[in-house]
């Protein structure tokens, strides 16, 4: 039987809360959310000379209707398992003892899942993200991963999160750079990044490994740029961080949900992207988005072979190359 990414309700995550004065972890249960349509604003470069009407559409692409059948009421239980990566925004942890409404899903219907916990001061990005999930639902299984959605509680004074602290961002800032991206920061935005006792979290399919460093054949290049390209379609442009941690491999450890092909191109991807936070929607053309993620995908191809052959780790400059492969 289908499970679709929008059947569960709430979540009652055991393993990341701790009560300061038993120093147990405690289970919480966090309500979905929803991200207003307007949460992000669209950026819109004005049409000024007819010579730029192959770069930039009259108007930015409206959101796709969902397909997701009307908001399901099931229940999610489960514990937080294995660290399985970190960044700016957030920390992920495999999902594990998984119960719907009770009792284990069907391993037909239902994949391996993670649970990605914003930061204490990362809230609005992943807000914007959640946004960025729903904007291209019809991209979650092909080019994306699942997502079954966006869920939070409050803390109350005598709960921790100590992921927080035992998984610190490299960089201490903050800012939340993601609010950048917004010509105009949402007002629900403002008010988050004031939150610091939020637990903010989605629930997402569990993908494979990332790329890994060395020299990709031309199959896994084209598979990749592909996964671009689709987000275009949607005028959603993630350019701005295309690095081979953010590039997954499709799933194929059981339980798993077969990918879909592609809406657009109609060919099935061996890989996914995930981590939309500094996402951008926006009127480019195809054309136009194509210029501006060629030149980074092949970059980052290019930073991912020398990593291989050197064990470099690279930081990436600020100027930006493009062109066509
Ligand atoms: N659905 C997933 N399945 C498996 N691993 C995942 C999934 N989502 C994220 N990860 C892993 O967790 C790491 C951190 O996730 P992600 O890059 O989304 O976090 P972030 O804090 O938004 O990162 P950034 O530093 O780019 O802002 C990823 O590099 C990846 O290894």
């Known amino acids: 039987m289908a499970f679709p990414q929008n059947a569960i309700n709430s979540v009652t995550l055991g393993g990341i809360v701790q009560d300061t004065a038993t120093h147990q972890f405690v289970p919480v249960a966090l309500h979905r959310m929803t991200a207003p349509l307007d949460l992000v604003s669209p950026q ?25 059948p009307p ?47 914003a930061r204490s001061n990362r809230l609005a990005a992943l807000a914007r ?14 080019s994306i991963a699942r997502c079954y959605g966006w869920f939070e509680v409050d803390l109350s004074s005598n709960q921790i999160v100590p992921a927080w602290r035992d998984h610190p961002a490299e ?8 609010l950048d991206h917004d010509a105009t920061v949402h007002p629900d935005q403002l008010k988050r990044t004031a939150r610091r006792d939020i637990l903010s979290v989605l629930v997402l399919e ?21 996964l671009y390209e689709d987000a275009s379609h949607l005028g959603v442009g993630i350019a701005q961080d ?32 995930v981590d939309f936070e500094f996402g951008l929607k926006i009127n480019y053309t195809l054309a136009q988005f194509k210029r501006s993620y060629k030149g980074h995908v092949r970059r980052m191809f290019r930073d991912t072979e020398e990593e291989g052959a050197g064990n470099i780790m690279y930081i990436y400059p600020e100027s930006e190359d493009s062109g066509s492969e």
């Open 44 to 68: 819109f470069d004005p049409l000024v000379r007819p010579s730029l009407a192959p770069f930039l559409l009259e108007s930015v692409p409206e959101r796709l209707p969902s397909r997701l």
């Open 71 to 117: 908001p399901g009421m099931a229940q999610l239980h489960c514990h937080a398992g294995k660290f399985i990566g970190d960044g700016h925004s957030s920390i992920v942890f495999a999902l594990n003892d998984v119960k719907l409404d009770g009792t284990p899903p069907d391993e037909r219907s239902v994949p391996r899942l993670v649970v990605k916990i």
């Open 129 to 142: 993200e959640a946004w960025f999930y729903d904007e291209m639902e019809c991209l979650q299984g092909s």
């Open 171 to 178: 960089e201490s800032g903050d800012y939340d750079h993601a």
């Open 206 to 226: 569990r993908l494979g490994d990332k790329l890994p460093p060395g020299r990709h054949s031309r199959t896994v290049r084209k598979d990749i740029v592909g």
């Open 242 to 273: 295309v690095r081979r941690h953010n590039i997954l491999e499709a799933p194929h450890e059981q339980p798993c949900l077969p990918s879909l092909a592609s809406p657009f191109s109609s060919r099935t991807h061996s890989w996914r992207l």
